[in-house]
Every structure is written in structure tokens, then in C-alpha cells.
């Protein structure tokens, strides 16, 4: 079997040389290769596939699964717990490492299919000429040199420099973003000329729409666009998400922590306290096991899964995990322009006579819309030279709208949809206009005459010629126009100054003319309309920007994230759409002939203040989000295309387009918006912060727990007491409370001002200074309870087992009282809202209370933890006590920025 890749050839601007010359280095011809040459060039070139990449196997990927400081304290907390013969807790604890080992495991294994999605874009089979006959072989048997032939509906099989064409346009979208498929050329182009405008080349995996056209291969394998991009790709480093450098900072500071109180405690005890190693080792695994949070890593997950089906249910699907959480803390959002931030469906908003400049409201192919003059909806049917513009629209046009389950779909052309869209908001009927006025005959779009015409007969015996098409083209082809129901000498300067006008305006602009003939005139000939035509007017047709996309953008604003647009269209098209959008403050875009002139040092000076970059290669793209991430941000970039996979591997959150999108695109990406909308991101930037702000209040719920079980074996040991809570116990509490109770903090609603605040610090701690600060008070307010209890049911001649019972029952009370402050970090709860705003907390309250009954009375749980049953009166002394901590907490709440302020000044 032959190698994939033996020799790439030179990338050379094939672009900038004319075809002839092309032929001449390539060793060539239009009759193709000699045979004896393919198979030499095929053992020098290798086949046209894209080269497989050296991956790791499925065991390394499933080790490094387990390469995390938390892991490690999981399984220290698992060995402890065997230790211990505590085989259920062992179990529970090492399968939350296995399922999250399994579900990073499966997640990699994801990623990595975006290159094998790459590799399935090149075509299948090719047309070629070899030896001046035309045979049909598979695409992976070409070699440079080869002649190729393409017509519409054909993927391009390699990098082709093309020397023949016949009106042949080519969907490039996946490659440059470009909106509408790219007319082509066999005529040299610049040698500075980005992707999007090299018309003489045809690249590999971009599709044939219309025309025919042959070219020879100047590119293969791994040396195509397409294969220059999957290289990109491989070498991409993806990111580790803020999430988990937080966790994994957290686990190595809560690990040190809980070393240095276990060894503390163990000294203490032998050294001060005299006993014996054996009893003060059994204290400190004790301490251990009350300090390390079991729970919480289960808590993260499940919290994060929560957010995935949240974001699902808001048309945000999630590849991957942890970029639930990064999602909040994004404060730059890299957009593509087409189908994200536009309806990807071209609309006429403009029409402009010899008299008048009306504009056209509604988007896309629905036809309900209103013709505006002067700020008034008007009557088409009563503006003459409006309704002939529309009937030209129509009848010079070879596309189809039509309604279908509801939603009105394009069969053609974009820009000829839009056309014909015009034509029914002015209330014509297109079958019955096609059968008033019958076509017999057209010139169909070249892109060598850059116009189309068609020749139509009414039943009265009068012919008419309408034509469409570029307007420089057909000014020169009018000698009048049309004004007020009289044709008139045209005025050359006003059209060109109204193009100019609408150009400036991001519009895409087309001409429209007529000239009447004879009954007898059948067919229609290029000298028919070479000269002597009336001009109608222009059209400005724009992809329009979504009104919620609008909307979002000014939603990521007010949450301090920066939008910016990056796109293959052109500057002034770009910037029209960002002006719509509120994209920017009007300065100019930056386009990728600029940014090639740039080194890395000077394009992150440039890149914070452009919001607006058009023309833009997947190069560009790549270093445009490098470039961010280096000044700090936290960067999620949309894209549909293949050329955007680079970009969205290595963006911290990658967005790829679900309806449009490519599949290599989808699998570089950790989303998928299943309605290729921006105002889904924003919801699901809203979504991101939520479930971050759950993160933390599951934290700062767990670690109080175990706070206070550690210092209340650190207060026995230091006091000379019994300890007043037993490890077993212990993991009853840590068990009881995180199915329970912090689990129905995962269910929170964003909290009012989530999209109000700017994003957070990508380098902020998962725990701040005030984190710590109220995870210390909480401890030490449960310590006093809690060990208080104790210490007063003990004096009050209880046995040891007795006030346990009441330790934990008032350790589990506190947490449940402390839930209700945890749900507002910093505001207070004292609301409706903040007291009976998430369902999930009552409930768990409830069934956190049901367990310690059955805890304190059931004699099976007696028998299993030494729980004894407890007395009514013990139970008024244990729920008032536990109460303290709401109160205190909310007391705390009010009074801390006070003092915060009182110590900045």
C-alpha cells in the first residue's frame, strides 16, 4: 500500500501565474499527463489523502485521566476508608474517579475525530484528462499535473489552477466564509490577493454550484488549502479550561492544608497530650477523612451536566464538560459574520429609481414586508416604475420561494431569491406573471459578461427584453432611463453616485433594464442588448443581521465581553453588518492583507482595539485568538467552516454552527449551537456564569462541613477529650448532606445581576478571600455548636454515644439552616424569592431531615453508627442553636461591606 504523503510539492502563489506558464512548470498540457508520468509523480507525491496523525493509544489516554491532584486525594481518601473496612464509602469514592476518568476519557476521544472529519471532506472520485482522454478515477490517485474537469454539483478533489471556465461559481464558504459562492476565472489575480479573492484557483473540498470549468493540480494531499488547515489543526494546543486550573490549584492547596492539620494534630497529641501513636494516628486518619471533601467532585460534575441540559434546552449543545463553566468567563466573543450574526439569506432593503429611494423592511426569503418612501409605507401597486423594477426581478431570475412546513425556502441562487422575495412583497404572483409574460429564450450569467437576460412575449404580440447584472456593466449597455412613465437620456453620474451611496452601506448592488421588441424576435443574442437598453434602477441586497443577534450583542456589552466580527466577507460589507450590530465604535476594519504585515508583537497591540476584521484567512483567524488570549482574555469563537477549526481548537471555548456547520468544525469545537444563532451564545454565556456561581456555593457549602469536623477532632484532641464525632460518623455527615443538600444548590437560577458584572479574572482563585474568610466563620460557628452540645450533654451525665448523636444532628442542622444563606453569596436571603426561589433546596431540607431520624431512631442505624435515640427536649436545644448560624450569616452579609470599606480606607 502506498504512503499517504512521499514529497509535498513547493507551496507556490500559483494564483499570479498565467495558465500557461503553469502548464510549463508543471510539465503539462490541456491533454493531461502521459500514464508513464502519473505513476511517477504518484510514487513522488504519494496518494491525494490527508495524512493520519500519530495519536496516543487508548491506555495512555485513559492514565492520564488519573493525573490530577484531587484524583489523588480521592484515592487517598479511598485507601483510608478500606483502612478502615469501610467498603461501601471505598466503593462510592472510587467510582466517582472511575465515571470522571471515563468521561474525560470518551470526551478526547471526541476531539480527536475532527481530523478524521477533515480527511472525509475530499471528494471521493474526480473527472480527469490523462493522455488526451477523459476517464473518471478515484480523487486519491491525483497528482500534480493532472487536468481535471469540473461542473456544478462537483466537490473539488485537489487545489486546482484553473485555465478553462464557463460561468462557473463555487461555494467557498467552509473555506473563507464568503456568504455567496465566488465567481471564477482562468486570469491571474494579485499576488497579495487573501483566499476569498484568488478566482483563479479552485480548492480542494469547496463545491461547484454552477458553470463548468478545468483546471490542472497544482496541490495534493497535505500540500492543499484543506490539508494546510488539518495541519493547523494537529498542531493546535488546546487550552485548559479556567475551571480546571482552579481545581487543580484548590487540590493542591487542600491537600497541603489537610497534611499539615493531620500531622499537627498527631504531634500535638503524642508530644503534648501523651497518648499513644497508635490512638493519635487513628485521630489523625480521622481528621483526614472529616477534611477531604468526598462529595465535592461528584457535586462539580453534576452541577456541569446540570448546565448542559439548561444550555441544551436554550439551543446550546455541550461536547465537552468543563467548557460549561469557561463559557462565564469569557470576556471576548470572536464571531463569524454569515448565518451567526446574519440569517445567511440575502434581502433586498433597497431600490432606487431615476426619482425616488425607497426602502424595504423584513429579512430572509418570507415575503412579508412593506415598500418604504419617505418614512410611509407605500402602495406598490401605485409606484409604476417600482412594480416594473419588481416584475424585471422576477421574470430575469431562475430561482424559486416557496413555503414549505411553514418556513419559506430557497430553490437557486441567493441573491436571485432575494430578487424574487422583492417581487412578492410588491404583490406580484409569480406563476401568473410567468404566465402572462412566457420566456422564450435567455443568455444565462457569465461571469466573462457579469450580466443575465431573458427574452419574454405577452399574449398581445409584444416582446420584451429584460436584463439583470452588474451595475458598471449595464450602465454601459442603457441610453435611458426610466422617470415618471417616460424613458429619458440617461444620467450617467447620479446612478454611479447612488452605487457608490449603497456600497458605502455594505450593499451588494444589481441593475436592472428592458428594452421592448417585435413578436417575431425568438431568440435572443448577445447584439440584442449590446447597446439601447432603458435602464429600471438598483437594488441593494445584504445579508441582514438576526434582530435577537442584536439584541445579544448588546447583552454581551452590558456584561463587559467584547464582541468581535472576524470573517472572509469584505471590509465594507463587514463593517455596514457591525454597524448594524453595535459592533465596534466605527473605526475601520482590519482586513488580512493589513494583518499579514504585522508580527505577533504588534498585532496584540492592534488586536484589543479593532473589533472588526474582514478578509481573514484561517491563519488569521488562528492568530487573531492567540493574539487575545496573550493579553489576558478568555476568548469563545463561533465558525461554521473548515477554515475556522483551527481557531475554534485552540479558542478556550470553541462554537461551532449546527445547522450549517461542517463536521470538522463541529468536532474542533466544545459547542454546538443547534440554531446557528448569536443570541444563543449569550444565553449560554448567562448559563456559564450561573453555573460557575453554583460551583462556588457548593463549595463554599461542603467545606464548611468539613471545616468544622476537623477542627472538632482538633478541639477534643487539644482539650483532652473523647472525640464527639467518630470517623464513621464522619462520613455519614460528609455522605448525608452532599446527596442532599449541596446537591440542590446545582439546581440555582441565575442569580439577578449575572449579566450585569464584567467577566471574571481568568487567573481568580475558585476561592477568594472573602471565600475563605466565611468558610472559617461558618466552621467555627458549628464547632461552638456542635461541640458545645457535646460538651453540656456529657456534663448533664449522658453517655458518650448519647451526645454524638446530638454532635452530628446539630452538625447536619447547622448545614441545613447555613443552605438557605449559601444560596445569595453576598445579598441576603431574607425574600421570598431568596427563602422559597429554589424548590430543590426545600425539598432537600426535607429529606435531609427525614434521614436523621431515621439516623437517630431507626434501630438498624443504631446499630451501624452507635446513634442513640434522642429526647424532645434535646431537640429544642438543637434546633435553636443550629438557627444561630442564619442569623449570624446574614448579620455578616449586611456588615462586610461596611468593614471592607472601612479597611480599603
Known amino acids: 500500500m502506498r504512503r499517504t504523503t512521499v514529497s509535498d510539492p513547493p507551496r507556490v502563489p500559483w494564483h499570479t501565474i498565467d495558465p500557461e506558464a503553469v502548464f510549463e512548470q508543471l510539465g503539462t498540457g490541456p491533454e493531461g499527463l502521459p500514464l508513464d508520468e502519473v505513476e511517477s509523480r504518484l510514487e513522488r507525491y504519494g496518494l491525494n489523502q490527508l495524512p493520519q496523525p500519530r495519536r496516543r493509544g487508548p491506555l495512555a489516554r485513559l492514565a492520564d485521566q488519573f493525573n490530577n491532584l484531587l484524583i489523588y486525594v480521592?484515592?487517598?481518601?479511598?485507601?483510608?476508608?478500606?483502612?478502615?473496612?469501610?467498603?461501601?464509602?471505598?466503593?462510592?469514592?472510587?467510582?466517582?474517579?472511575?465515571?470522571?476518568?471515563?468521561?474525560?476519557?470518551?470526551?478526547?476521544?471526541?476531539?480527536?475525530?475532527?481530523?478524521?472529519?477533515?480527511?472525509?471532506?475530499?471528494?471521493?472520485?474526480?473527472?480527469?484528462?490523462?493522455?488526451?482522454?477523459?476517464?473518471?478515477?478515484?480523487?486519491?490517485?491525483?497528482?500534480?499535473?493532472?487536468?481535471?474537469?469540473?461542473?456544478?454539483?462537483?466537490?473539488?478533489?485537489?487545489?486546482?489552477?484553473?485555465?478553462?471556465?464557463?460561468?462557473?461559481?463555487?461555494?467557498?464558504?467552509?473555506?473563507?466564509?464568503?456568504?455567496?459562492?465566488?465567481?471564477?476565472?482562468?486570469?491571474?489575480?494579485?499576488?497579495?490577493?487573501?483566499?476569498?479573492?484568488?478566482?483563479?484557483?479552485?480548492?480542494?473540498?469547496?463545491?461547484?454550484?454552477?458553470?463548468?470549468?478545468?483546471?490542472?493540480?497544482?496541490?495534493?494531499?497535505?500540500?492543499?488549502?484543506?490539508?494546510?488547515?488539518?495541519?493547523?489543526?494537529?498542531?493546535?494546543?488546546?487550552?485548559?479550561?479556567?475551571?480546571?486550573?482552579?481545581?487543580?490549584?484548590?487540590?493542591?492547596?487542600?491537600?497541603?492544608?489537610?497534611?499539615?492539620?493531620?500531622?499537627?494534630?498527631?504531634?500535638?497529641?503524642?508530644?503534648?497530650?501523651?497518648?499513644?501513636?497508635?490512638?493519635?494516628?487513628?485521630?489523625?486518619?480521622?481528621?483526614?477523612?472529616?477534611?477531604?471533601?468526598?462529595?465535592?467532585?461528584?457535586?462539580?460534575?453534576?452541577?456541569?451536566?446540570?448546565?448542559?441540559?439548561?444550555?441544551?434546552?436554550?439551543?446550546?449543545?455541550?461536547?465537552?464538560?468543563?467548557?460549561?463553566?469557561?463559557?462565564?468567563a469569557v470576556s471576548v466573543i470572536c464571531s463569524d459574520k454569515t448565518g451567526t450574526l446574519t440569517r445567511n439569506e440575502m434581502t433586498v432593503q433597497a431600490v432606487v429609481t431615476a426619482g425616488a429611494s425607497y426602502g424595504v423592511t423584513g429579512v430572509g426569503y418570507d415575503p412579508h414586508g412593506a415598500v418604504i418612501l419617505d418614512g410611509r409605507d407605500q402602495d406598490p401597486a401605485g409606484q409604476p416604475e417600482l412594480n416594473e423594477i419588481a416584475r424585471a426581478a422576477?421574470?430575469?431570475?431562475?430561482?424559486?420561494?416557496?413555503?414549505?412546513?411553514?418556513?419559506?425556502?430557497?430553490?437557486?441562487?441567493?441573491?436571485?431569491?432575494?430578487?424574487?422575495?422583492?417581487?412578492?412583497?410588491?404583490?406580484?404572483?409569480?406563476?401568473?406573471?410567468?404566465?402572462?409574460?412566457?420566456?422564450?429564450?435567455?443568455?444565462?450569467?457569465?461571469?466573462?459578461?457579469?450580466?443575465?437576460?431573458?427574452?419574454?412575449?405577452?399574449?398581445?404580440?409584444?416582446?420584451?427584453?429584460?436584463?439583470?447584472?452588474?451595475?458598471?456593466?449595464?450602465?454601459?449597455?442603457?441610453?435611458?432611463?426610466?422617470?415618471?412613465?417616460?424613458?429619458?437620456?440617461?444620467?450617467?453620474?447620479?446612478?454611479?453616485?447612488?452605487?457608490?451611496?449603497?456600497?458605502?452601506?455594505?450593499?451588494?448592488?444589481?441593475?436592472?433594464?428592458?428594452?421592448?421588441?417585435?413578436?417575431?424576435?425568438?431568440?435572443?443574442?448577445?447584439?440584442?442588448?449590446?447597446?439601447?437598453?432603458?435602464?429600471?434602477?438598483?437594488?441593494?441586497?445584504?445579508?441582514?443581521?438576526?434582530?435577537?443577534a442584536i439584541e445579544a450583542v448588546a447583552r454581551c456589552r452590558s456584561a463587559g465581553i467584547r464582541v468581535k466580527m472576524i470573517t472572509g466577507d469584505h471590509a465594507?460589507?463587514?463593517?455596514?453588518?457591525?454597524?448594524?450590530?453595535?459592533?465596534?465604535?466605527?473605526?475601520?476594519?482590519?482586513?488580512?492583507?493589513?494583518?499579514?504585515?504585522?508580527?505577533?508583537?504588534?498585532?496584540?497591540?492592534?488586536?484589543?482595539?479593532?473589533?472588526?476584521?474582514?478578509?481573514?484567512?484561517?491563519?488569521?483567524?488562528?492568530?487573531?485568538?492567540?493574539?487575545?488570549?496573550?493579553?489576558?482574555?478568555?476568548?469563545?469563537?463561533?465558525?461554521?467552516?473548515?477554515?475556522?477549526?483551527?481557531?475554534?481548537?485552540?479558542?478556550?471555548?470553541?462554537?461551532?454552527?449546527?445547522?450549517?456547520?461542517?463536521?470538522?468544525?463541529?468536532?474542533?469545537?466544545?459547542?454546538?449551537?443547534?440554531?446557528?444563532?448569536?443570541?444563543?451564545?449569550?444565553?449560554?454565556?448567562e448559563e456559564g456564569r450561573t453555573v460557575y456561581d453554583n460551583i462556588k456555593k457548593s463549595i463554599l457549602f461542603i467545606l464548611p462541613t468539613n471545616g468544622a469536623e476537623a477542627l472538632i477532632l482538633v478541639a477534643a484532641v487539644v482539650l483532652g477529650r473523647s472525640l464527639p464525632i467518630t470517623p464513621v460518623q464522619i462520613l455519614w455527615v460528609n455522605m448525608i448532606t452532599a446527596v442532599t443538600l449541596a446537591l440542590s444548590l446545582a439546581f440555582e437560577p441565575p442569580e439577578q445581576d449575572v449579566m450585569g458584572r464584567p467577566p471574571r479574572r481568568a487567573e481568580e482563585p475558585i476561592l477568594s478571600r472573602f471565600l475563605v474568610w466565611r468558610i472559617i466563620f461558618v466552621s467555627i460557628i458549628a464547632v461552638i455548636g456542635s461541640f458545645g452540645l457535646f460538651i453540656y450533654e456529657r456534663q448533664a451525665g449522658m453517655d458518650v454515644e448519647y451526645a454524638r448523636t446530638v454532635a452530628v444532628n446539630t452538625l447536619v442542622m447547622f448545614e441545613a439552616f447555613y443552605l438557605l444563606n449559601t444560596r445569595y453569596i453576598d445579598r441576603s436571603v431574607l425574600s421570598r424569592e431568596g427563602l422559597l426561589g429554589n424548590r430543590y433546596v426545600l425539598y432537600a431540607i426535607v429529606v435531609v431531615v427525614l434521614f436523621q431520624l431515621l439516623y437517630t431512631y431507626l434501630p438498624w442505624m443504631q446499630l451501624l453508627f452507635q446513634s442513640r435515640p434522642l429526647e424532645g427536649m434535646t431537640w429544642l436545644r438543637i434546633v435553636p442553636v443550629a438557627a444561630s448560624v442564619f442569623v449570624l450569616v446574614e448579620m455578616e452579609k449586611a456588615l462586610y461591606p461596611y468593614l471592607r470599606r472601612r479597611g480599603s480606607s
Not at 501523651?274 to 467532585?297: K, Q, R
Not at 422576477?394 to 430553490?411: H, I
Not at 398581445?460 to 442603457?478: D, I, N, Q, R, T
Request: aromatic share 4%; with cysteine; charged share 20%.
Open 572 to 685: 465594507v460589507t463587514a463593517m455596514a453588518i457591525a454597524g448594524q450590530m453595535g459592533i465596534g465604535d466605527g473605526s475601520a476594519a482590519l482586513t488580512g492583507a493589513e494583518l499579514e504585515h504585522l508580527d505577533d508583537a504588534a498585532l496584540c497591540q492592534r488586536v484589543g482595539g479593532v473589533d472588526v476584521f474582514a478578509r481573514t484567512s484561517p491563519e488569521h483567524k488562528l492568530r487573531l485568538v492567540t493574539a487575545l488570549q496573550a493579553e489576558g482574555q478568555v476568548v469563545a469563537m463561533t465558525g461554521d467552516g473548515v477554515n475556522d477549526a483551527p481557531a475554534l481548537k485552540r479558542s478556550n471555548v470553541g462554537v461551532a454552527m449546527g445547522r450549517k456547520g461542517t463536521e470538522v468544525a463541529k468536532e474542533a469545537a466544545e459547542m454546538v449551537l443547534a440554531d446557528d444563532n448569536f443570541a444563543s451564545i449569550a444565553h449560554a454565556v
Open 74 to 328: 480521592l484515592l487517598g481518601a479511598a485507601l483510608v476508608t478500606a483502612l478502615l473496612a469501610h467498603w461501601v464509602d471505598t466503593g462510592v469514592i472510587l467510582g466517582v474517579v472511575v465515571i470522571n476518568a471515563l468521561i474525560g476519557f470518551l470526551q478526547e476521544g471526541k476531539a480527536e475525530k475532527a481530523l478524521d472529519a477533515i480527511r472525509g471532506l475530499l471528494s471521493p472520485q474526480a473527472t480527469v484528462i490523462r493522455a488526451g482522454r477523459r476517464q473518471v478515477l478515484a480523487a486519491e490517485h491525483l497528482v500534480p499535473g493532472d487536468v481535471v474537469v469540473l461542473q456544478s454539483g462537483d466537490k473539488v478533489p485537489a487545489d486546482l489552477r484553473l485555465f478553462r471556465v464557463r460561468d462557473l461559481r463555487i461555494e467557498e464558504a467552509s473555506l473563507t466564509g464568503e456568504s455567496v459562492p465566488v465567481e471564477k476565472a482562468a486570469t491571474a489575480v494579485e499576488p497579495d490577493a487573501v483566499l476569498g479573492d484568488r478566482s483563479s484557483m479552485a480548492y480542494a473540498s469547496t463545491l461547484v454550484t454552477y458553470g463548468q470549468g478545468a483546471g490542472v493540480v497544482v496541490a495534493t494531499g497535505a500540500g492543499t488549502e484543506i490539508g494546510h488547515i488539518s495541519a493547523m489543526l494537529g498542531q493546535v494546543q488546546t487550552l485548559t479550561t479556567p475551571l480546571l486550573k482552579q481545581i487543580a490549584q484548590f487540590g493542591r492547596w487542600l491537600t497541603a492544608a489537610i497534611l499539615l492539620l493531620g500531622g499537627f494534630t498527631f504531634l500535638f497529641g503524642v508530644l503534648l497530650r501523651d497518648y499513644s501513636a497508635t490512638d493519635m494516628f487513628l485521630a489523625a486518619v480521622g481528621l483526614v477523612v472529616a477534611a477531604i471533601p468526598e462529595g465535592l467532585p461528584a457535586i462539580i460534575t453534576i452541577t456541569l451536566a446540570i448546565g448542559v441540559q439548561r444550555m441544551a434546552r436554550r439551543n446550546g449543545i455541550i461536547r465537552l464538560l468543563p467548557a460549561v463553566e469557561t463559557l462565564g
Open 394 to 548: 422576477l421574470l430575469c431570475n431562475d430561482a424559486q420561494v416557496r413555503e414549505r412546513d411553514g418556513a419559506w425556502q430557497l430553490d437557486g441562487d441567493p441573491t436571485e431569491g432575494a430578487l424574487v422575495t422583492l417581487a412578492l412583497k410588491c404583490g406580484l404572483d409569480a406563476d401568473y406573471q410567468q404566465q402572462l409574460l412566457p420566456r422564450a429564450d435567455t443568455i444565462p450569467f457569465e461571469s466573462e459578461h457579469r450580466f443575465m437576460a431573458t427574452l419574454h412575449h405577452d399574449h398581445a404580440g409584444h416582446g420584451f427584453v429584460y436584463l439583470k447584472g452588474a451595475p458598471e456593466k449595464v450602465l454601459e449597455m442603457c441610453t435611458r432611463q426610466r422617470r415618471d412613465g417616460e424613458d429619458l437620456p440617461i444620467d450617467p453620474d447620479y446612478w454611479h453616485g447612488r452605487v457608490l451611496e449603497l456600497g458605502r452601506n455594505g450593499l451588494r448592488t444589481l441593475a436592472l433594464a428592458f428594452r421592448p421588441t417585435g413578436d417575431d424576435h425568438r431568440e435572443l443574442a448577445f447584439a440584442d442588448v449590446d447597446g439601447g437598453l432603458t435602464l429600471l434602477g438598483l437594488v441593494g441586497i445584504i445579508d441582514p443581521p438576526r434582530q435577537e
